[in-house]
């Protein structure tokens, strides 16, 4: 009986937590592609609301929804360092995908590789000095 409990309370939280998402992002479920989660207490999801991919912020509890990266071309949610300062993400503004550094707070946004073919999947060194 108790796990019956557990896993129900786990289906609740994910049919709520899509729901929120999936109605503030009013976009194609397809788009919201590998939300994040940020140390912060915040999600980071990608939602091509207005055509492209731009990558939003809410709480946990999803209230104060927030654009994160609303810049023309593909981009993906940060991946984040272990103290959730800075993260890491992909964006197709130039015609291919580049690797690009960013604040937390959404500041700081610096492009990390210039590269003629895509880069992909930005990850960080578990001392957080490298992505």
């Known amino acids: 009986m108790r796990n019956r409990i557990f ?3 786990i289906f609740v ?3 709520f937590l899509g729901g929120v998402v999936q109605t503030l992002a009013q976009s194609n479920p397809a788009d919201r592609a590998v939300p994040t989660w940020n140390n912060s207490g915040r999600i980071y999801f990608k939602t ?6 731009e990558v939003y912020s809410v709480k946990a509890d999803g209230t104060d929804l ?5 810049v023309p071309g593909e981009n993906y949610s940060p991946r984040w360092s272990h103290d959730g300062k800075h993260g890491a993400l992909m964006s197709e503004r130039d015609g291919d995908y580049e690797i690009y550094s960013i604040n937390a707070d959404g500041t700081n946004e610096k ?3 210039f590269n ?3 880069d992909w999947d930005p990850s960080w060194s ?3 000095k490298w992505i």
């Open 48 to 53: 091509g609301q207005k055509g492209e991919g």
């Open 111 to 113: 492009r990390l590789t």
């Open 13 to 15: 939280f994910f049919l």
């Open 66 to 70: 927030k654009p994160f990266i609303t």
């Open 7 to 9: 896993v129900v309370w």
């Open 116 to 118: 003629k073919g895509n």
């Open 126 to 128: 578990p001392d957080g």
